[in-house]
């Protein structure tokens, strides 16, 4: 499969952002990763029946994460955002080119990783980053409150573009299954991340662990198109 060619970028690297206890607790994690950078292929991915299902692309296996396109129909729900204002999720997705992601703010390996990287992401864009919605969705409702989203929030310098939305455990199981991203438990979490240009259009999903400097090129792709 087509690798792209990686231009060098000053971008550093998101497991800098963890403290030493989450890195050594990584443990798994961090080999994952590092077996995902050097371009190994994500055989989980290959052996999901359910997702075949959703995509209807070939996947492209790029450094460190698998790219396909995919059509997902967003459940019609009411999330809860960081203020605890109660929101349409359609809504949220409408208007604007998206990066979304699902977190939960107890997580100790993984979303540490995603949410330094959609940092990253949110300060390259730089005023460009007013044009674009980033979403990050709790997978543990239960204990993800609007004020634990606000803090975590805080955590990784959020701007009003970057929305952490949860809500109840039903209506967020709803979007996890609609997006193919539930796995029944949260530790079983899996690194992933969507983008799409707007309402009507098809969804990029890269699994794994995409950089900052991926997810900007991804972005940049479907902005042009």
Known sequence: MDKHDH???????????LPVPARIKCGAIGMLALALSLG????ALAQDPHHEHHHHAMPSTQDGYVRTQASYTIPDVGLLDADGIRVSLSN????KPVILNFIFTSCGAICPVMSAT???VQTA????RD????VSISIDPEQDTPAALKAYAGKYGAGPQWQMLTGSLDDSIAVQRAFDVYRGDKMNHQPA???RAGPGQPWVRLD??????????????????
């Open 118 to 120: 959609f940092s990253q």
């Open 40 to 43: 190994a292929p994500l055989l």
């Open 131 to 134: 044009t674009v919605r980033m």
């Open 92 to 95: 949220e997705l409408d208007g």
């Open 208 to 225: 794994g662990f995409a950089s900052a400097a991926d997810i900007l090129r991804e972005y940049r792709k479907l902005a042009a198109n």
């Open 193 to 195: 991340t969507f983008l």
């Open 7 to 17: 231009a060098p970028t000053d971008f550093a690297s998101p497991f800098a952002a």
């Open 125 to 128: 864009l730089g005023p460009e």
